[in-house]
């Protein structure tokens, strides 16, 4: 079972509104919704948006009772072993326009180039900021990814332990990016 904390949304909490929201947040359903925004490494919420508008409607239009969500949501990934990646992240919905974002605690941040002349050769690296990329081409920053499914699924790394080892010892690892539909 699930417990709230809820400090500084004590009285909203203690409101019927409060106890709906936090019922609906914990039925079994929405919290696999939030972590499967997670592991996507979306802020949890994004998983959830459609399902609170059409359960409360207006009634979670308000910033404090946006702002409880989200408390909410924070304790209940952190007591599903999530840990706070990045807080306000830009959102592109309704009813939020910033969130939180979540990891695995044993994830890593990994930041992805493209060469500007071949966009199949790929460098990952663990910085953004003064990467240490090959001097042969000129690199773009292509993506940002934590996740060992994004990892395996966009950039065919099987096995982000070693990644992260090759990374930790080398700086990068170059990859090449093959076709994965061709033309007929």
Do not use: C
């Not at 809820?6 to 909490?13: D, H, N, Q």
């Not at 914990?26 to 696999?32: F, G, H, I, Q």
């Not at 990814?145 to 790394?157: D, N």
């Not at 990068?172 to 061709?182: A, F, H, K, V």
């Amino acid at each position: 079972m699930l417990a709230y904390s809820p400090e500084k949304f004590a009285s909203l909490y203690a409101s019927e509104l409060g106890q709906r929201i936090w019922a609906f947040l914990t039925t079994s359903e929405n919290v696999a919704r939030l972590e499967t925004a997670s592991e996507l490494s979306k802020p949890a919420v994004e998983g959830i948006e459609e399902q609170l508008l059409a359960e409360f409607r207006e009634e979670v239009l308000a910033d404090r009772v946006k702002q409880m969500v989200g408390h909410m949501v924070r304790q209940i990934l952190e007591q599903r072993d999530w840990v706070l990646d990045q807080s306000d992240v830009k959102v592109q919905s309704v009813p939020f326009s910033k969130a939180a974002r979540y990891r695995r605690p044993d994830w890593i941040t990994f930041h992805a180039f493209r060469n500007t002349s071949d966009p199949r050769d790929i460098v990952i690296t663990d910085r953004r900021q003064n990467a240490p990329l090959p001097t042969d081409v000129r690199w773009t920053y292509y993506a940002t990814f934590a996740s060992p499914l994004k990892a395996a699924v966009a950039f065919g790394v099987r096995d982000i332990r070693q990644l992260r080892q090759h990374v930790l010892s080398h700086g990068y690892q170059r990859l090449r990016i093959e076709r994965m539909l061709r033309r007929a």
